[in-house]
């Protein structure tokens, strides 16, 4: 299998490159050049554990990774995950189920790809002997799931910046509170644009750049997306077959990647019922997709953090679709979206597409009554999948988080506080982390201080 940029300005490369690479040279993202069709595997595969269906759908991506390999790196990355059925399902009603994707080492669906592409990092380093440095910004879920996928993996030093004071104590417990001394969570004064600004600038110094091998971790990887379709066919081949094709997946969505890695399935020919764009407050996708105005606005920070968003990095992904794979006119839209911040398609229609958005004035309403239907506990970013969701049609909702890691909400609701021992047990470890301006100068002569002291 070989993997093409949506921008057409690079040759196609293998998986391994693909991945190593996060962002293609010409600025574009990687997607496969073809795709297999799944649906004669669909008997075979209903039986595999969770680690099985992953490798047997791997085999048909990570082509260049020797096979032992591919498994191994599969199997350790959801050993870790608290839950035996790794990704369950769990009955509401008789027409909706939720997946849970919260069972990794730090609560959140970005697990699932990050644990996995920690150890494909580490088989990187291996064949090549080339050291990585992993460096991004976070406003907090991805910078601990990132630093969790990296934590003691050797060859690999991973430097987080984010906001100091701007991300939940949680969070910044699963970012310090490590221990792992391959890891520098670096507490910058400023907003979460401004260390992302700054790592930008970092990552636009090609001598830095090439000098200290550094990567990114941010949803754009091709690894994160495959990773991802995974958990979609996990829980599509659990469903009742009568039913697969009429099932909606109701996606938490913020950069686009948890959902567009869903709807690739159905390039493989996986017949399912559509997909739920479930936006907060922050709802540019959901006047999209009711519009076709996509429309770049200011971001208002809410009770759904991680989806808190501008850009969503991996629409670039579906608009390649969109287009029947016109690389000249996407280039123009992406030019068009960069220099004025918007841009207006006469229709933008994709089949098997709704969306939502959820207010915050309406997330603590909806966990409190989910909470007294199913007494069930979502945490903000699932509750704004329930977001006038139609009752009489079969529906599988994402969990992205556990309620745990978002206790404030559950106070301020009056309900009782989710808990959860994973978060408990970060208690008692010591905090250690770096405080930095947000000058570009500084950080990175803290990095490179690190790295050759
Ligand atoms: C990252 C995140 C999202 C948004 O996922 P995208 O792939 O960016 O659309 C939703 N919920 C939670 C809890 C997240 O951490």
């Known amino acids: 299998m070989r993997y093409l940029s949506t921008r057409g300005g690079t040759e196609t490369v293998e998986f391994c490159e693909a991945v190593a690479q996060g962002l293609a040279p010409d600025g574009g993202l990687y997607l496969p050049e073809t795709f297999p069709d799944l649906s004669p595997l669909v008997d075979a595969w209903s039986g595999l554990s969770y680690p099985q269906l ?20 599969i199997y350790s990355a959801y050993a870790g995950f608290s839950h035996e ?77 984010y906001p100091e004071g701007k991300v939940s104590p949680l969070q910044e417990r699963q970012m310090t509170c490590t221990g792992a001394d391959n890891v520098y969570p670096l507490a910058i004064e400023g907003t979460f644009d401004d260390a992302q600004r700054t790592v930008k600038e970092l990552f636009g110094d090609l001598s830095f750049r090439d000098s200290i091998g550094l990567s990114a971790v941010n949803s754009i990887n091709l690894a994160r ?56 407050q922050n709802d540019i996708l959901h006047k999209l997709f009711g519009s076709g105005k996509y429309e770049l606005g200011e971001v208002y920070p809410s009770l759904a953090p991680s989806m808190d968003i501008q850009v969503a990095s991996n629409f670039e992904r579906l608009l ?26 006469e229709k933008f229609t994709i089949p098997g597409f709704s969306s ?78 770096y405080q930095l301006s947000v000058d570009a100068r500084e950080v990175r002569s803290f990095i490179e201080q690190k790295l050759n002291p």
């Open 356 to 433: 939502s958005s959820t207010t915050d004035q309406e997330i603590p309403e909806i966990i409190q009554k989910v909470w007294t239907e199913y007494h069930y506990q979502v945490d903000p970013h699932t509750a704004c999948a329930f977001k006038d969701l139609p009752a009489n049609e079969p529906a599988v909702i994402l969990a992205t988080a556990h309620p745990a890691k978002f206790p404030q909400v559950y106070e301020d609701a009056g309900l009782g506080r989710p808990t959860s021992p994973i978060l408990e047990a970060l208690l008692d470890k010591p905090p250690l982390k």
């Open 320 to 345: 390649f679709y969109f287009l029947d794979g016109n690389t000249e006119q996407l280039k123009q839209v992406m030019k068009c979206f960069r220099e004025e911040g918007r841009y207006a398609f």
């Open 225 to 280: 997306i495959l990773a991802q379709s995974v958990y979609y066919l996990y829980a599509w081949l659990k469903l009742d077959p009568i039913k697969r094709e009429h099932t909606t997946f109701v996606v938490p969505t913020g950069n686009f990647g948890n959902v567009f890695a869903g709807w690739l399935l159905t390039r493989m020919g996986i017949k399912l019922g559509g997909f739920r764009v479930a936006t907060n």
């Open 85 to 161: 059925e790794t990704a369950p399902l769990v009955r509401l009603n008789d027409q909706w189920q939720v997946l849970e994707l919260f069972h990794g080492p730090t609560l959140a669906f970005k697990d699932f790809a990050l644990q996995l592409l920690g150890n494909l990092y580490e088989l990187q380093i291996k064949k090549t002997g080339k050291k990585l440095c992993v460096l991004g910004a976070t406003s907090g879920d991805t910078g601990a799931a990132a630093i969790s996928g990296l934590l003691g993996k050797s060859g690999v030093e991973v430097f987080i910046l």
């Open 54 to 73: 992953c490798h047997a759908f791997f085999q048909h991506f990570a082509t260049d990774l020797p096979d032992s390999d591919l498994e191994g790196a």
